[in-house]
């Protein structure tokens, strides 16, 4: 079992940035793909962003791609989500989701094997 939590998340004004933290404890980051969700009030979830177990490999949804970056540091079981930018249609609940398969990026939310409670981002005018 993998627990997940992420944190960093609040009130940024438009133009602002935030670097949301999702920190893995029972199993070491590592062995797992690592993924960034969000949503939105009244919408569904959708994909952000990803990074390989090695940190070699990134994906982007093309909504936030030259605005966030994801990043991991292994050592501290921990993935980062650095947000620039911020726009108000970023407001959302930000999750991270691990996959234990390692075989490919998946950006798909059906395909993740843990999640964490989530984060609430709430970018103002």
């Known amino acids: 079992q993998v627990q997940l939590v992420e944190s960093g998340g609040g009130l940024v004004q438009a133009g602002g940035s935030l670097r949301l933290s999702c920190v893995a404890s029972g199993r070491t980051l590592s062995n797992f793909n690592v993924d960034w969700f969000r949503q939105a009030p009244g919408k569904e979830r959708e994909f952000l962003a990803a990074?390989?177990?090695?940190?070699?490999?990134?994906r982007y949804a093309d909504s936030v791609k030259g605005r966030f970056t994801i990043s991991r540091d292994n050592a501290k079981n921990t993935v980062y989500l650095q947000m620039n930018i911020l726009k108000l249609e970023d407001t959302a609940v930000y999750y991270c989701?691990?996959?234990?398969?390692?075989?490919?990026?998946?950006?798909?939310?059906?395909?993740?094997?843990?999640w964490g409670k989530g984060t609430l981002v709430t970018v103002s005018s």
């Open positions: 990074i390989s177990w090695n940190g070699r490999s990134s």
């Open positions: 989701a691990a996959d234990q398969s390692r075989v490919y990026l998946s950006t798909n939310q059906e395909d993740m094997d843990y």
